[in-house]
């Protein structure tokens, strides 16, 4: 089982930046893919990044440009840096890890992200 936690949410005004954090129970983020999801209320849950066991990304297109995944093995931690935030990057963010050879995907518990004056 493993477990991830997110923090780093809160409110910010437009134009301003947050870091999210995501911290795994175990060395999971060395040799898998994780990412994160973000879900407004009334709107389905969308991909925003996602980082390969090889330290490749993609983005969204809304985000590029703005959010920048990355990853520290020995912290065993998931980072989205948000830059440039939006009312529309409202929404709680969720970070995920795929563990592969089990084709099981794990989801943290989401921290909300409010973008507002």
């Known amino acids: 089982q493993v477990q991830l936690v997110e923090s780093g949410g809160g409110l910010v005004q437009p134009g301003g930046s947050l870091r999210l954090s995501c911290v795994a129970s175990?060395?999971?983020?060395?040799?898998?893919?994780g990412g994160w999801y973000r879900q407004a209320p009334g709107k389905q849950r969308e991909l925003v990044a996602h980082?390969?066991?090889?330290?490749?990304?993609n983005y969204a297109d809304s985000v590029k440009g703005r959010f920048t995944i990355s990853r520290d093995n020995a912290k065993s931690t998931v980072y989205l840096q948000m830059n440039s935030l939006k009312p529309e990057d409202t929404a709680v963010y969720y970070c995920?890890?795929?563990?592969?050879?089990?084709?099981?995907?794990?989801w943290g518990q989401g921290t909300q992200v409010t973008v507002s004056s």
């Open positions: 175990g060395s999971v983020f060395s040799s898998n893919a």
């Open positions: 980082i390969t066991s090889g330290d490749n990304t």
């Open positions: 995920y890890v795929n563990i592969d050879h089990l084709s099981l995907r794990y």
